[in-house]
């Protein structure tokens, strides 16, 4: 309880200024609770518990044995504003359900309650406790399991709102209709088969919301009512819609999804009725979310698939499990304007998938085709991901889709999300699983925690922040014209970076608050924004000249001052202002605007380091790689313990973001090994580009591996080069040379910051000679490449190999390893020698089953090269390792084929004994030209 003092403190502080008690703050709830405990004790003796008039208190994992703090809140008896809800973030970035199941009989003494909000709890009926809370005007019971609405409600006569969204419902008592002040009543997501024909007695109710339920018959009086004006009935069972419509005063009916087909015309082409995805009740799927959906008819057979490029029959149910560990489900009854459904699966090295500045990718991309293809009833997929929650930011996990075409189009999917295991707890693996009703590329993102509010023209509307429960929005009543969907996100900034950057303690900076309005309007009225102070300003006193607030739009990183044109209201924990439209909102101290651009970048990079290491036995061989910072020893250790050299093998610490490009280019006396133009141009394009990706554990993500050789004209015994590091640039960015890039921190530009400018510096990146003297770096003719920093390497003792004419080559060149063991000839035969039992030899010669799928399709109906590409394939990828010829003639016996083994080792002995008699004679050779 160390840190409780100066919390209770900033409480008192709070409850004298302004009777509020919020402990819904970033620590665990059962501590915050014990806080509560201590803080009622103190209020009790001062004799000031009467001052508190609003209480904010987590309930997540809340135990019986905690009773005793709800019982503190009976003795404050002028509590106007009672929070006791669940709802924190889990790990997996999914709300958790609290623990609260039940009130104390005396709770209902404090009759000055007007908002209650238990949501998120385990309350199965409606504690008696609340009927005697008269003065109740909002009561929020989302997210329990609660199966009915009982006759005392009626008790509530001055209830205006009332939320039961996401409990077990199943039936509404009628005394209901006796909430005659009632306006908002949200009954959305239960089990409710039907209504009682009652709503139109209601004679303030404004707003009714039964979506997502099993109603089969809308109430025959629903039209008849007065007052109502919106009405949301989609994702039932509903086939006809009762008199009375056309005459009612009422401005949306929304039945979309249900199994309305006829209609008159006069109803179908009238704008206030939502029609959308109505289908016979013999086709109907109830819903395409995961918690409404027929789930018999994703009870189908499974099928394991041989490779991560597939195809199956659109009209074959089943759940198609690949390699990779993806799944999709075809559900029973499915039905598919194409005979055939492809999938792709991409790993993170090869995809190019569409993410925001702040997100990271968690898995591999899902590509199912034909594009664009759209369904009634939803395909179900599941992906894994691997989670690292190593940052300071609040996350949560969803499926997100993004269009295959050039619209660049994106959503987030309702996800579901099924933990494996927990090791370290840092560190999550498991699956998100999704409904979808139609084709483009999925994969698994981690998001900010994103709170969203619908907004329309009728009521007024607040929306708050779970990440930072000081800051909020309130919409005023008639700020819009139609409904408006507001989702709120804060980006937490870490105060020490801020003091970092701007070299002084004396520098506050407050999260940024960033809103996004879909569809973008202009609000008729001002909104009223609640921006938190920075923490260490917090009930303190301050210049309040010193702060100033920052605008940024969302596509855009030039931030402006506007602290002049707006007012500010100062409270003890917040900074109000009023706006009629959105972007990125920022409160800095006044030295830190100067580098704002700076701590901002800080926050929405990583820290990365480049390593490149030498195999011991074989010093040739290369591998290089891009690793967060954090884990580079890890990672170095792992490839000491794998035989690879340490010593000084990695770069200086560089800044990325998620999914940047990176190169890797040799310089100096050595250059990279090629074998073939063809091998040339797959090491440039495959080899050497990789993407950088947070999530991924360096032994998990791939690497650059490569041989390198000495350039011709180089004789020396120790022969030095550097493996050097770019980040890639798109080309058509342009830059202005004229402009300080300062901003974009040591080493490294920002791909989002160069966007914005007008020209692009034609000049060639020149290399710093002064930093490895002697060494002159190839030119680099356009900006697509940004130097990072380089690895030193040196080919100790390297005696130049034997050159051979070309025609000449392929008889002697057995001296490294099974380079002329795996010359095309000696392929060609061993492919004759090998028949339809080809695809298991690959299997044991440990090629990938979408490898062997590629060669298929690239070679269709020709067996004999299919098996030769499958020969070359492999010797590409392991003829320069040590071990080759024992791999691939181990892996010829395990399939079965020792007569093809020994066979290859024949040959394979035959051509070392020319090379070793052609060596002996290598003294008499004076050129390669000789020959």
């Known amino acids: 309880m ?66 005793d703090i709800i019982l503190c809140i009976v003795f404050m008896k002028n509590v106007e504003v009672c929070t006791l809800c669940g709802g924190r973030r889990g790990s997996d970035g999914k709300a958790k359900q609290g623990g609260l199941q039940n009130l104390p009989r005396n709770f209902g003494s404090l009759t000055q309650i007007t908002h209650l909000d238990l949501s998120f709890n385990i309350f199965t009926n409606m504690p008696e406790c609340l009927f005697v809370l008269e003065n109740l005007n909002t009561l ?6 609660i199966k009915t609405i009982p ?38 997501s239960n089990q409710l088969n039907e209504l009682p024909n009652v709503f139109h007695l209601m004679k303030s109710l404004r707003s009714l919301d039964f979506s997502n339920n099993r109603i089969g018959q809308l109430p025959e009086n629903l039209f008849c009512s007065d007052s109502l004006d919106t009405i949301r009935a989609g994702h039932n069972y509903v086939e006809t819609l009762p008199p009375g419509l056309c005459d009612s005063n009422v401005e949306i009916v929304d039945v979309r999804f249900n199994c309305i087909v006829e209609l008159d015309d006069s109803v179908k082409s009238d704008n206030r009725v939502l029609l959308k995805g109505n289908l016979p009740k013999s086709n109907r799927n109830h819903d395409s979310s995961l918690d409404d959906i027929e789930v018999n008819d994703y009870d189908v057979p499974i099928y394991v698939m041989e ?24 559900p029973k009854h499915f039905t598919c304007s194409c005979n055939e459904i492809y999938c792709n699966v991409s790993t993170y090295e090869d995809c190019n998938f569409s993410l925001q500045e702040t997100d990271q990718l968690l898995s591999v991309v899902l590509h199912l085709m034909p594009n664009g293809l759209h369904f009634e009833k939803p395909i179900k997929i599941s992906i894994p991901y691997t989670f690292s929650g190593f940052d300071d930011q609040k996350r949560e996990i969803v499926i997100r889709v993004v269009s295959s075409d050039s619209k660049n189009y994106s959503e987030d999917l309702r996800s579901d999300i099924i933990n494996h295991h927990e090791e370290p707890p840092s560190t999550m693996h498991g699956e998100v699983t999704a409904l979808i009703a139609h084709f483009s590329k999925f ?4 998001r900010l925690v994103q709170n969203t509010i619908v907004v329309d023209k009728n009521s007024q509307k607040t929306l708050f922040s779970s990440v930072d429960p000081f800051t909020k929005l309130r919409f005023p009543e008639g700020c819009v014209t139609s409904d408006v969907n507001v989702t709120l996100q804060i980006l937490s900034v870490n105060p020490m970076d801020v003091d970092n950057i701007t070299a002084s303690s004396n520098s506050y900076a407050s999260n940024i608050l960033s809103v996004d309005v879909k569809p973008s309007t202009e609000f008729k009225q001002p909104i009223t924004v609640h921006l938190a102070l920075p923490y260490l300003l917090m009930g303190k006193q301050f210049n309040k000249r010193e702060l100033r607030l920052m605008k940024c739009m969302n596509d855009s990183e030039e931030w402006k001052d506007i602290t002049e044109n707006v007012d500010l209201v100062f409270s003890t924990v ?73 010593g000084d093998c990695s770069t200086a610490v560089q800044k990325l973001m998620e999914g940047d490009q990176f190169k890797v280019k040799v310089i100096g006396d050595l250059q990279i090994k090629q074998y073939s133009a063809e091998d040339k141009r797959h090491i440039e394009e495959r080899v050497l580009v990789k993407r950088f990706y947070s999530q991924y554990s360096p032994e998990k993500s791939d690497s650059c591996r490569f041989f390198v050789e000495p350039v011709k004209e180089c004789l020396s015994e120790n022969i030095t080069g550097y493996i050097s590091f770019y980040k890639i640039y798109d080309q058509s960015i342009q830059v202005d040379p004229s402009h300080d890039n300062s901003m974009l921190g040591e080493g490294c530009n920002n791909m989002s910051l160069l966007k914005k400018r007008p020209f692009i510096d034609k000049q060639p990146n020149i290399y710093d000679t002064s930093k490895h003297a002697g060494i002159e770096r190839q030119n680099i003719t356009d900006l697509e490449l940004f130097h990072l920093d380089d690895v030193l390497v040196i080919l100790q003792n390297v005696e130049l190999p ?9 008889v002697l060149f057995f001296g490294e390893l099974g380079t002329g063991m795996f010359k095309e000839s000696n392929l060609r035969y061993i492919a004759s020698e090998i028949g339809v039992e080809w695809q298991e030899i690959g299997h044991y010669l440990g090629l990938r089953t979408d490898h062997m799928d590629r060669i298929r399709m690239d070679f269709p109906g020709q067996a004999r090269e299919q098996i030769f590409q499958m020969l070359k394939k492999w010797a590409q990828m392991h003829m320069h390792e040590e071990d080759c010829m024992k791999q691939f003639t181990e892996a010829l016996v395990d399939a079965g084929r020792t007569d093809l083994a020994e066979k290859v080792k024949h040959i394979y002995e035959e051509g070392s004994e020319n090379f070793r008699k052609t060596i002996k004679r290598r003294k008499e050779i004076t050129t390669p030209e000789n020959f």
């Open 307 to 330: 490779s991560d490029i597939s195809s199956f029959s659109a009209s074959s149910e089943g759940c198609y499990e690949l390699p990779s560990g993806v799944r999709i489900t075809i």
């Open 2 to 67: 160390g840190d409780a003092n100066p919390l209770l403190h900033h409480c008192m502080e709070n409850i004298l200024l302004n009777g509020s008690v919020n402990l819904n703050i970033d620590k665990d709830p059962r501590k915050c609770r014990a806080i509560f405990r201590e803080l009622s004790g103190v209020l009790n003796k001062k004799l000031i518990l009467d001052s508190v008039k609003s209480i904010v208190l987590p309930t997540n994992n809340f135990t019986s044995e905690e009773e």
């Open 140 to 145: 929020n019971l989302d997210f329990n399991h």
């Open 574 to 646: 917040d900074v109000s202002f009023q706006v009629q439209s959105f972007s990125k909102f920022w409160l800095v101290w006044s030295n830190v605007c100067g580098v704002l651009r700076k701590v901002y970048r800080r926050i929405i990079t990583y820290d990365v380091q480049f390593l490149a290491m030498q195999q011991k036995t074989l010093p040739s061989r290369i591998i290089a790689q891009c690793v967060r910072s954090d884990l580079m020893q890890g990672r170095i250790n792992q490839l000491v313990e794998q035989g690879y050299r340490a």
């Open 802 to 810: 034997l050159q051979l004419s070309e025609e000449k080559q392929h």
């Open 151 to 188: 006759p005392e409600i009626h008790k509530l006569s001055n209830l205006e709102e009332l939320y039961f969204r996401r409990n077990n419902l199943s039936s509404i008592n009628v005394k209901i209709s006796c909430l005659q002040c009632l306006k908002i009543l949200n009954i959305s």
């Open 443 to 446: 994969a698994v993102v981690s």
